[in-house]
Nanobody
Framework: QVQLVESGGGLVQAGGSLRLSCAAS????????MGWYRQTPGKQRELVAI???????NYAESVKGRFTISSNYAKNTVYLQMNSLKPEDTATYYC????????????????WGQGTQVTVSS
């Protein structure tokens, strides 16, 4: 069993900043990839940023230059620094972990956090 817990969402004015955090816990030996997705009502969940262990980061075009993902795989944590926020960034942000190896040889393809709401007012 793996749990992902996000924090750091909230209400901010356009142009402001927020920092999201996500910590994975449970029976974890290693995680291959951690990242962030977001979703608004009636739309599909979309990639915001992803940071594979030892690999290249990938950002959605809409957030490049404004958002920065970072991670600490030794602590199974991932962060998202969001600057110059726009009203269109308003969404529920979800943490994602993929390729989770646990105790006794267990393997989980992917796991989601419960989501944290980010609201940007104009």
């Amino acid at each position: 069993q793996v749990q992902l817990v996000e924090s750091g969402g909230g209400l901010v004015q356009a142009g402001g900043s927020l920092r999201l955090s996500c910590a994975a816990s449970g029976s974890i030996f290693s995680i291959n990839t951690m990242g962030w997705y977001r979703q608004t009502p009636g739309k599909q969940r979309e990639l915001v940023a992803i940071m594979p262990r030892g690999g290249n980061t990938n950002y959605a075009e809409s957030v490049k230059g404004r958002f920065t993902i970072s991670s600490n795989y030794a602590k199974n944590t991932v962060y998202l620094q969001m600057n110059s926020l726009k009203p269109e960034d308003t969404a529920t942000y979800y943490c994602r972990a993929e390729g989770i190896r646990g105790g006794a040889g267990s393997y989980i393809i992917g796991s989601w956090g419960q989501g944290t709401q980010v609201t940007v007012s104009s």
